[in-house]
């Protein structure tokens, strides 16, 4: 039992403890996990990427072996109506590029005129159906813009495709 004499020593001791406990907390959620491999992505304009695709007069294959199986990331990407038809399924449209998602969870947290970071592996064309002019991207994460920094140090684009 406290008595008198010791009860502004035990709740200053309370307050120091507090604010000692909540300093220890993270200020901000820390940012979400993204395997390794991403982080060796490429910056890419999606609209661009599409365009090297189909402006080749006709080669689809000069480009497949280009831009295929790579990590790229599309940073600071509008959320919009069209952006998110298809998030049932488990993608997203980014322009002509379907990105099927890891974690399509997360983009339910974001509403028409946010912005996200998308990241993902360009699988390239669908062969099926040439005449759509789609790309598909699988494995692809949703990030809040900007909180993980990709591509990382010394990694950039390829010239043209920002």
Same mark, same amino acid.
């Given at each position: 039992?406290?008595?008198?004499?010791?009860?502004?020593?035990?709740?200053?001791?309370?307050?120091?403890?507090?604010?000692?406990?909540?300093?220890?907390?993270?200020?901000?959620?820390?940012?979400?996990?993204?395997?390794?491999?991403?982080?060796?992505?490429?910056?890419?304009?999606?609209?661009?990427? %599409? &365009?090297?695709?189909? @402006?080749?007069?006709? #080669?689809?294959?000069?480009?497949?072996? !280009?831009?295929?199986?790579?990590? $790229? =990331?599309?940073?600071?990407?509008?959320?919009?109506?069209?952006?998110?038809?298809?998030?049932?399924?488990?993608?997203?449209?980014?322009?002509?590029?379907?990105?099927?998602?890891?974690?399509?969870?997360?983009?339910?947290?974001?509403?028409?005129?946010?912005?996200?970071?998308? %990241? &993902?592996?360009?699988? @390239?064309?669908?062969? #099926?159906?040439?005449?759509?002019?789609? !790309?598909?991207?699988?494995?692809? $994460? =949703?990030?809040?813009?900007?909180?993980?920094?990709?591509?990382?140090?010394?990694?950039?684009?390829?010239?043209?495709?920002?």
């Amino acid at each position: 039992m406290i008595t008198k004499k010791f009860l502004p020593v035990a709740v200053a001791a309370i307050i120091v403890a507090t604010g000692v406990i909540t300093s220890c907390r993270p200020k901000f959620a820390p940012p979400p996990y993204i395997p390794s491999g991403y982080y060796e992505c490429i910056e890419v304009n999606p609209p661009i990427l %599409v &365009g090297w695709y189909w @402006g080749g007069y006709g #080669d689809i294959w000069t480009p497949i072996g !280009l831009y295929n199986d790579r990590y $790229y =990331v599309f940073k600071d990407v509008l959320v919009q109506e069209w952006t998110i038809q298809d998030l049932e399924n488990g993608w997203i449209w980014l322009d002509y590029v379907r990105c099927e998602l890891v974690n399509p969870e997360e983009m339910s947290k974001y509403k028409m005129g946010d912005r996200i970071d998308v %990241v &993902g592996f360009n699988t @390239g064309p669908n062969m #099926d159906d040439l005449r759509n002019k789609m !790309l598909i991207f699988t494995g692809c $994460y =949703v990030l809040p813009p900007g909180v993980i920094q990709l591509p990382s140090e010394g990694n950039g684009g390829i010239d043209g495709i920002y």
